[in-house]
């Protein structure tokens, strides 16, 4: 007999108020690195109705108009609409940034201290992080995320593109997926939910993007005539963006990471410097998972690294193959041990974070998109080779 589930994952566009936050949070930390790579930063932003506020901690020899970055960024979004409250020419701008605890400072920096374990750069926080891969996208995602994420950028184009003025930057979308015997079978359900100006009628825009972005975007092998739509099923969604709902830095870490398919550890990306490792070991778990999936290892993988904060080291390594290892997990762990470093210092080096890189992923998912390899070095397949040679 047949094993039939439905797994559902939802994308939110750049407009979406929690998405702003993340990207006005990427944005300052970029706008260090432009300066000073060695800037510590946890920028956190909060945004309801025409307000900005910048929150967290930042040590950086950077000098820069925080609200000229908060402006660019809001504008690159696309809220220059009169119609949105929220708007990138007429805002109220709160910075409240401190610095980094020195207690954390010295816990992370190359260097002895009192009572210090060790003199390498630690971990900058105790946590767990995950990385997963899975043979049924070219991207080695979920389907469910992948498809979500691709309706989400979709949409984004046809809106700045100019073809349809009604279109505005707050947008949600959501794919289910019916999956047999574990592989993508059909599309069961789309969600489609966009702000829209007053002079267009719910209707119209059910027709519109129908046609131009569901039929357009999805696989139409998977599209059935039993595919539900639901495109604006409220009837109205005209007020949005930070007007409709508060946003905050960190609220969208299931569509920035897998979808809910992989699990998560529950730290947040978007305005950490790589020696966070909430956001540079959760890359460098990908780029693992995803390099055994490329290797033909195993066809879904998910990996596990825990750390203590100022230890350099992880505390535990885990690899689930969810029984579709082709050889042993305990000679993958070996495996990877030897190919791979998982101290901080290490993979930063390898996989070249201390660069201002972090906009690029701050929309769309952080992983899966290959559109960029050389900044989204964690994308890039090229230990599969040596992989297979060392569980041969």
């Not at 595919?227 to 299931?254: A, M, S």
């Not at 809910?260 to 305005?271: C, E, L, P």
């Not at 029984?323 to 070249?352: C, H, M, W, Y």
């Not at 050389?374 to 230990?383: H, N, R």
């Amino acid at each position: 007999m047949k094993d039939s589930y439905i797994f559902s994952s939802e994308s939110v566009t750049e407009g979406h108020p929690d998405k702003v936050c993340d990207t006005i949070s990427d944005s300052i930390l970029d706008a260090c690195f432009e300066q000073d790579l060695n800037s510590r930063v946890a920028c956190e932003t909060l945004v309801k109705d025409n307000i900005v506020v910048l929150g967290g901690e930042v040590t950086t020899a950077a000098k820069f108009d925080y609200r000229e970055v908060v402006k660019a960024a809001i504008k690159e979004i696309g809220y220059v609409n009169d119609d949105c409250k929220f708007n990138a020419n007429s805002f109220f701008f709160l910075n409240a940034i401190g610095q980094q605890s020195p207690d954390i400072a010295q816990g992370v920096d190359a260097a002895a201290a009192d009572h210090k374990e060790t003199a390498e750069q630690g971990a900058g926080d105790q946590g767990i992080m995950f990385g997963y891969a899975v043979r049924e996208t070219p991207s080695l995602m979920p389907a469910p995320i992948a498809y979500a994420h691709q309706l989400g950028q979709a949409i984004t184009e046809l809106r700045k593109s100019g073809k349809h003025t009604w279109l505005r930057p707050d947008s949600k979308t959501q794919v289910s997926v019916e999956y047999v015997d574990n592989k993508p079978a059909r599309i069961t359900a789309v969600v489609v939910s966009t702000q829209h100006a007053a002079s267009i009628s719910t209707p119209e825009i059910r027709e519109i993007l129908k046609k131009e972005l569901v039929e357009a975007i999805l696989p139409a092998e998977l599209l059935t005539k039993d595919t539900e739509y639901h495109i604006n099923p409220t009837g109205l969604f005209i007020v949005g963006g930070p007007e409709g709902d508060c946003g905050v830095t960190g609220r969208k870490i299931i569509v920035d990471s897998y979808g809910g398919m992989g699990r998560h550890g529950g730290g947040a990306f978007s305005g950490k410097d790589p020696s966070k490792v909430d956001r540079s070991a959760a890359y460098m778990c990908r780029y693992v998972a995803k390099n055994i999936v490329a290797a033909g290892l195993a066809d879904r993988c998910e990996l596990q690294l825990a750390y203590a904060i100022g230890y350099p080291e992880p505390v535990s390594i885990h690899v689930d193959t969810f029984g579709t290892n082709q050889v042993d997990n305990a000679k993958i762990v070996k495996a990877i041990r030897e190919i791979f470093s998982f101290k901080p210092a290490s993979f930063i080096r390898e996989l070249n974070l201390l660069r201002p890189i972090y906009r690029k992923t701050t929309n769309y998912g952080h992983f899966g998109r290959e559109d960029d390899t050389e900044a989204l070095t964690w994308e890039k397949t090229d230990k599969a080779d040596a992989l297979r040679s060392a569980c041969a």
